[in-house]
């Protein structure tokens, strides 16, 4: 099954449409989806190394528009639904002295979020429900989405045949790890 599933992510990398898909998903995994838009990427620079860095381009342009919708999620969906949650509780006050505190480290929580497996989601909505300052959440976007997706594109642009090479003959040991991560990730969030 992982096979087959490589394979489609590769045959979808070779497309037409595979750029449109990539940045579909770069979009929507900043805001709402669980699947990284690394799962494409990869093998789409693997398929095409020539254009390594316009697909980094188009993900980390797409990436960043998408983590605007999650801070937008934040910012308004917070006063309409979460703020009446912590008063009918009587933890208004501590929000509002957490946000103080995340937006003294806001830039460097979202520049961490954003070259880390750590779901980059969360932390869109959390820098809109706590207000932070929308010009330092887009340069910090912008900073940590291009570092990790060029940095990546970088790697795989120097040393593409010898990492497909890795990536097919260990697959179910790549599909394991990324997995891992993936988890890791929620479970931080979740739990830590």
Known sequence: MIRRLYEWTMSLAESPHALWALAFVSFVE???????PDILMIPLIVARPREAFRI????????VAGGMLGYW?????FESLG??????????AYFDEFALKYNAWGAWA??????????????????????LSLPVFIV?????????????????????????????????LVFTLLLLLFFGGFYAVTYL
Do not use: C, N, Q
Not at 56 to 61: E, L, M, S, V
Not at 110 to 123: D, E, N, Q
């Open 30 to 36: 900043s805001s709402v989806f669980p699947i990284p």
């Open 56 to 63: 980094a381009g188009i993900a980390t342009a797409a990436s």
């Open 73 to 77: 999620i934040g910012y308004g969906a």
């Open 110 to 131: 979202v520049l961490v979020a954003g070259v880390t497996p750590f779901p980059y989601k969360v932390i869109t909505i959390l820098s809109g429900a706590t207000a």
């Open 140 to 172: 910090a976007s912008i900073t940590a989405r291009a570092l990790r997706f060029f940095v990546v594109a970088a790697l795989l642009w120097k040393f593409g045949d010898p990492i497909r090479d890795f990536i097919e003959r260990r697959l179910g």
């Open 83 to 92: 703020r009446p949650v912590l008063e009918f509780y009587g933890k208004d």
